[in-house]
Structures are given as C-alpha cells and as structure tokens.
C-alpha cells in the first residue's frame, strides 16, 4: 500500500497534473469493464466512491492499492478492497483474441498467473505474465469441435437406442399377444376336457379309447359265441341221447330175464342208475363251463359279488351288466367320499387336465410379468428398455464394478443392489448384500452424456451406500454453442510458460 502523506505533493503543480489527470482519465482504468470505465471519470481532478457520493477522493486515489471507498469501488483494478465487506469482488480481464472475463480480486497482483480466467495475464502486474490468448483460444476451439462432434455421436447412438427401446417394447407386447392367445386355447382345451371328464363319470360310458369296456365287450362276444355253440352241441346230444336212452329203456322193459345173460343184466341195472341221477349230473355240467367264461369278465373288474346265483339263460347278461357297472358314477351314501373307483379314460382325462393346468399356470404368470413390465415407464422415452441386458464393466480402485441395465450391480461378487427404479437421469439399485456391520448394500447411479457406455466414478458417502457416475448416451440432448462453451476449462498444464 502507498504512504498517503505523499499525496499533498500533487497540489503546487496543478497545470502540469491537469494535464496528465486529462491523459489519464482518457486511459482505460485497470480493472474495469468497458461499459463500467463511464463511472471513472474525474471531475476537477475528483471522483467520489460510487455507492457513498459524500467520500470524495483525488481521482489519482483510484487503484493506488489502498481501499478509501467502503464498497470498494476505489480499488477496480487491485486486490487492496478484495475483503471489504461491500466491495465489488471482480476484476475485469479483456482477454484480446478470446473472451472477456472476471476474476476475483482477490487473485489480482498476488504472483499467479490465472490464465484459466485472465489470459492475457492482466491480472498481474505489466510483463509479469505473457499473454497465452491464442493458445487458450486454440485449446478452446479444439474443444468445442471436439465436443460437438461427441455431441453428435452420442446423440446418434441415443436415437438409436430410442428406436431399439420402442421395438424392444414392441416385441414384448407381441409376445404377450402370442401367449395370451397360447393360454385362450389352453383354456378353451382345458374347459373341453373338464367336461370330456364330467361326461364319462356321469354316464359312465366311456370314451371309445376305453380298453377295459372294449376288452369287457370283447368277452362277452366270446361268451355268446361259446354259448351258442354249447346250445347246438347241446341240442345234438340231448337227441342222440333220448335215442340213446329210448333204445336201453325199451331193453330194460323187454328182456328176458329168464335167460340168465350177465351183461344184459348188468347193463340194465347201470341204466336204471343213470336215469335216477340224470338230472343232477346234466345241469352241473352246464354251470361250470360257462362259470369259466364268466369269471373272466368278472376279473377284469371284480364287482361287488351279492351272491346271486344267475340262472342259466340269463348268465351273460347279468355278468356283463355287472361289469359295465362299474363305470357308471356309484351314488355317495353318507356324504361319505366314495372309494376312488374311477375309469382308466377318466383318469387319463384327469391327468391331461393337470399337467395343462401346470402349463397354464406358469403361462399366466409369465404372461403377468410381461404385462407390468410393458406398462412399466424406464426412463424418458422408455430408452432404457434398448439396454436390458447389457453390461458395463469398470476397475475403479481396488473393485471392479459391473452394471447391468436393468439388472444389478456388483462390487466385485458383492452385490451392490438389483435394479429398482430409474428417473431421468439416475438408476436406483437396492436390496444388496448386507454389509458387515452396516445396512444393506444400495447404488445411485447419476448418468452424464457421453458417446459409450463408462463407469466414471465411485463415492461411498455412507457406508455401503455407493454414488457412481456413469457415461451414457441414455441421457444426451442437443446442446447449445452456450452449453458446450460452459463445459470448456483450461488446460493450464498445456500452455507453453
Ligand atoms: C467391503 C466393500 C466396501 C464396504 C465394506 C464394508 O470392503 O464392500 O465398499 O465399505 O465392505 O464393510
């Protein structure tokens, strides 16, 4: 700072100090930005602090690195009001050839070079920085084209994943119009067949593919056959023997048993033994060949056996009767839960009936998640439905991360969380494996434009709270030539000093 007594001096030279004050006030004051330079003007070789009128100073005061204005107008072009409680804190770097900015004023004439704001060096006393305008310039330009091609790729590859996401989703709505067709004619087999079963235990008479009644049928063909067969052997038989018995019984009356003949007399006496037996012995006979016949229908599935005794004529029909009833539905005595006696077609119907209900089942439930998901929102424009299934894979300190687009993510086999939500920009991913001693693992995961897929950064801010930053085309728009000029730093180490 200056000695303020020296200042007294200026006084007895006043036509020569007009002079220079005129010179002076026609030069730009350091500090100030051209549209600003109007507010320090001399009058008289005065100026007054610009927020309090009544603090008037000589105009050689201003920049003479000593703060006299309480809202540090005095100092435009020095750092002596940076920490004034109402000084204006900027200083105002022209930047020839590049923009005009501010800087601090705090960072003014402190030894530094702030070419990341004051290129031109400005902020430092003349010669101490050289002016890197053109390279900063050059730095900038390359940026900008740079940028704006990114910019252009990665929208490109956006657009691309919008069209990828908006078939993704079409494709799933087909699938779901073709499963739910799939399940429509399931269930239209199923109701078939629910009343295919109800039908055949109702009327018991079962479907054609019904081996038991076909074999049932079969056997009583056998035995109508074999009785037919046994009624005209029959029929011949009992001839021959009425002649048979004719002719003895004649003997038996006529003989002369006078003569004494051993063998008439014997068989005469067999003869008369026969014919009190006879009608025993006939029947007997019949019963138990057609007994053999029976029993095979009656194996096939033994009925309850009454105990009645058919007769001989109606045999056939009362053991045929007997299996075919079977299969008729038997009525519930007590409400009692009657012993499962159901057909082999009915079973069968039974068992297509389950195995379909399984199939429609795991059908429906597939079904039912398609249909959340199709009305699920993933992202602005839905984009992030392009990218299910895909994984980005990054080392980042001592870890490598994977994430999976609508999946999960890993801190090497720890699970960090599965995918839960998503807003425009950001992906949620929660329920991860516990922490040691901490809550469940959880991500956020910010995404920021870029041409490819990148996992930039990890911060755990809480314990086993992850924040990662992912580059993404998901999330690019267009920008502005303003936009892209805000993203432009310096780059300092560059510069050839
Ligand atoms: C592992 C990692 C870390 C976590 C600790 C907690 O080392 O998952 O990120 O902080 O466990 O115990």
Redesign the pocket.
């Known amino acids: 700072m200056q000695d303020r007594s020296n200042q007294l001096h200026l006084f007895p030279m006043r036509p020569v100090f007009i002079l220079l004050l005129s010179l002076v006030a026609a030069a730009k004051i350091r500090g100030v930005s051209p549209e600003n330079q109007h507010l320090y003007v001399p009058e008289q070789n005065k100026w007054h602090c610009l927020l309090d009128p009544s603090i008037v100073l000589n105009f050689d005061q201003i920049n003479d690195d000593f703060c006299d204005c309480p809202d540090g107008s005095d100092e435009p072009g020095t750092g002596a009001c940076a920490f004034s409680a109402e000084a204006p804190k900027y200083f105002f770097c022209e930047n020839e050839g590049y923009f005009s900015l501010k800087i601090e004023n705090y960072k003014v004439d402190d030894g530094v070079c702030d070419y990341d704001i004051c290129c031109d060096g400005s902020d430092e006393p003349s010669r101490k920085c050289e002016n890197k305008c053109g390279e900063v310039r050059k730095q900038y330009d390359d940026f900008v084209r740079n940028r704006k091609q990114n910019v252009q790729e990665a929208l490109v590859a956006k657009n691309y994943l919008v069209e990828k996401a908006s078939q993704a989703k079409q494709e799933l709505a087909e699938k779901l119009a073709v499963m739910k067709n799939e399940i429509h004619t399931k269930d239209e087999d199923l109701k078939f067949l629910v009343a295919q079963l109800a039908s055949a235990e109702l009327s018991g008479e079962d479907v054609d593919e019904d081996s038991v009644v076909q074999e049932a049928l079969r056997l009583a063909e056998r035995v109508e056959e074999k009785l037919a067969n046994i009624a005209k052997t029959a029929k011949e038989l009992q001839q021959k023997l009425s002649l048979l018995e004719k002719m003895l019984s004649d003997l038996a009356q006529n003989f002369n048993p006078n003569f004494n003949d051993a063998s008439v007399k014997l068989c005469v006496k067999l003869f008369e033994e026969y014919m009190s037996n006879k009608q025993e012995e006939t029947e007997e006979a019949g019963v138990v060949s057609l007994y053999e016949l029976t029993e095979k229908l009656k194996n096939i599935r033994a009925p309850t056996d009454e105990g009645v005794v058919p007769s001989f004529e109606n045999m056939v029909h009362h053991y045929f009767s007997k299996v075919i009833s079977t299969f008729k539905p038997q009525e519930d005595k007590n409400d009692e839960p009657r012993p499962e006696r159901i057909s082999k077609a009915a079973a069968e119907i039974n068992e297509k009936i389950k195995s379909l209900e399984k199939v429609l089942h795991s059908k429906s439930s597939e079904a039912s998640i398609y249909e959340e998901k199709i009305h699920q929102t993933f992202g602005k424009n839905d984009i992030l439905r392009s990218v299910e299934g895909v994984w980005v894979t990054g080392k980042i300190g001592e870890?490598i991360y994977k994430l999976g687009f609508l999946d999960s993510l890993y801190?090497d086999n720890?699970l960090v969380g599965r995918f839960s939500s998503c807003d425009d920009n950001t992906l949620y991913f929660t329920q991860g494996s516990k922490?040691?001693?901490?809550p469940q693992?959880s991500a956020t995961v910010y995404m920021v434009c870029a041409s490819e897929n990148r996992l930039v950064s990890v911060s755990?801010p809480e314990?086993?709270q992850?924040r990662f930053v992912l580059e993404t085309p998901l999330v690019c728009e267009a920008l502005t030539d303003e936009d892209i000029a805000r993203g432009f730093k310096v780059d300092i180490s560059k510069l050839v000093i």
């Open positions: 870890y801190q720890n922490c040691w001693n901490g693992r755990e314990k086993c992850y």
